[in-house]
C-alpha cells in the first residue's frame, strides 16, 4: 500500500452530479475488490450507487461473506465496527467520513457503563444477578463489555427473544442505549410498565433508590434516538381522524406511547415488508427516518398505495448524511489507487469480546 493519500480538499467543492460520475468511474477500476453497503437511511444520492442495501447486521453478515477485500460502510461508525469483527481477518472495513456516528450510540459510554456496574454492585452482585445487553446501536467496546460479562447484543427485530434469553441467566437486565426499544420489548413479554426503570448515568444509582433496583426487571439506559423521538402520538391522531382506514407502522425506537397507537411495530425490514407486501390501494403513516419513507412512498406507489412520513417537522438521521456523494468519490478514488483511508479496526482484545456477544445472538436468533 502507498501511504500519500489523496487530498478530501479535491472533492470538496465537486458538484453532487461530478461526484457520481468519478464514484462510477471508480467503482469500475476496482470491480469485485469492494463491496458497497447502504443502509436503508442513507440519502438517495449515495444509496444508488449501493451494491447491497438493508440494516446494519444484515449489510455486515453479507459483507463477510463476499469475496470483496474492501467493506465500504455507508452508514455510521457502529455499524462499521460490526463490518470489522464479523468480516474475516483479509477484508478491511472502511467508513467514508469518520464523522458519522450515532448520538443515541454516544449516550452509553464504556466509562458510564463500568459506572454504573460498580453502583451496582452497592446493592446486588450484577455478575450473579444482570444480564447487561446492549442494542447493536452501540459501540464495539461495549459490546465487548456484554461478552466479558455473560451478557448479549441485540437487534430491534430480536430485542424480545434475546430478553427471553438473557432472563434464563439471570434475573434481571440492564438494557442500554436504547430505552425505547428495551421498554417495549419487556411490554411485549409482559413486564409491568412499573418494573421497568430508568438509569440515569449523570446520577448518582442512576438516579434510583435501593429499593428500585431490587425491584426492578428491566434496568433501562436513558438514551433514545434523536429521530424516532420526533414522533408523537398527536401525529397518529391526525392522521386516525383523516384516513380511519389507513394503517400505521413504526420503529420500536419509537416512544411507547406511539408504539402503544400503532397498528405494528418492527425493524427497518419488517417495515418495508409490511407494506410492501399490503394489498394494494391501502395507506400507511409511516414512524421511521425520512430517507426510508421517501424511497419506500416511490416503490409502493405504483400499486396505489400511499406512505406518509409521520412527523410534521423534517428528521432524518442527520450524521449518517454526513456520507455524501464527495466522501464516497474520495474513499473509492484512492482506493483505486491502492490507498486506504478511514479504516475502521476494532482493538483485537475488543474485537474479540464483541464477537462473544454477537455470536451469542447469533445462535439464540
Known amino acids: 500500500m502507498q501511504t500519500a493519500t489523496i487530498s478530501f480538499d479535491r472533492f470538496n467543492t465537486l458538484a453532487d452530479r461530478a461526484a457520481g460520475e468519478r464514484i462510477r468511474a471508480a467503482r469500475a477500476r476496482l470491480g469485485d475488490k469492494v463491496v458497497l453497503l447502504c ?3 442513507q440519502r438517495a444520492d449515495v444509496y444508488a450507487h449501493a451494491d447491497i442495501t438493508g440494516d446494519s447486521l444484515k449489510l455486515s453478515r453479507l ?3 463476499s469475496d470483496a ?3 465500504v460502510f455507508c452508514g455510521v461508525h457502529f455499524m462499521a465496527e460490526v463490518a470489522d469483527i464479523l468480516s474475516r481477518p483479509e477484508q478491511v472495513s472502511i467508513l467514508p467520513d469518520l464523522a458519522a456516528g450515532c448520538s443515541m450510540a454516544d449516550m452509553a459510554s464504556l466509562a458510564k457503563v463500568e459506572r454504573a456496574w460498580r453502583e451496582l454492585s452497592a446493592v446486588l452482585d450484577p455478575d450473579q444477578k444482570v444480564t447487561p445487553v446492549t442494542y447493536i446501536n452501540s459501540a464495539a467496546d461495549l ?3 456484554c461478552g466479558e460479562h455473560g451478557g448479549i ?5 430480536n430485542a424480545t427473544k434475546i430478553l427471553q434469553w438473557s432472563f434464563a441467566q439471570r434475573e434481571k437486565v ?3 442505549p436504547d430505552q425505547h426499544l428495551g421498554r417495549w420489548s419487556g411490554y411485549k413479554m409482559g413486564i409491568p410498565l412499573d418494573d421497568m426503570v430508568i438509569w440515569n448515568p449523570d446520577l448518582e444509582l442512576g438516579g434510583l433508590t435501593r429499593e428500585q433496583i431490587a425491584k426492578a426487571k428491566i434496568i433501562l439506559w436513558h438514551g433514545y434516538c434523536s ?3 420526533m414522533f408523537q402520538p398527536k401525529d397518529i391522531l391526525k392522521f386516525r381522524n383523516q384516513h380511519p382506514d389507513g394503517f400505521v407502522i413504526s420503529h420500536p425506537e419509537c416512544s411507547f406511547e406511539v408504539c402503544k397507537q400503532s397498528d405494528y411495530i418492527g425493524s427497518t425490514e419488517t417495515i418495508l415488508q409490511t407494506v410492501k407486501a399490503a394489498p394494494p390501494n391501502t395507506r400507511w ?4 427516518e425520512l430517507n426510508l419513507v421517501e424511497r419506500l412512498a416511490e416503490e409502493v406507489k405504483h400499486e396505489g398505495k400511499i406512505v406518509q412520513f409521520m412527523a410534521g417537522t423534517i428528521c432524518m438521521c442527520s450524521t449518517m448524511q454526513r456520507i455524501d456523494p464527495q466522501h464516497l468519490a474520495w474513499t473509492l478514488e484512492n482506493l483505486a489507487e491502492g490507498r486506504v483511508v478511514n479504516q475502521i479496526k476494532v482493538p483485537a482484545h475488543e474485537a474479540k469480546l464483541a464477537k462473544i456477544a454477537l455470536e451469542r445472538m447469533l445462535a439464540v436468533s
Open 39 to 41: 443502509h436503508h437511511y
Open 143 to 145: 459490546k465487548a463489555f
Open 227 to 229: 429521530v424516532h423521538q
Open 69 to 71: 477485500e474492501n467493506i
Open 63 to 65: 459483507a463477510s461473506q
Open 153 to 157: 447484543v441485540c437487534t430491534s427485530s
Open 285 to 288: 403513516l409511516v414512524g421511521t
Open 174 to 176: 440492564l438494557f442500554f
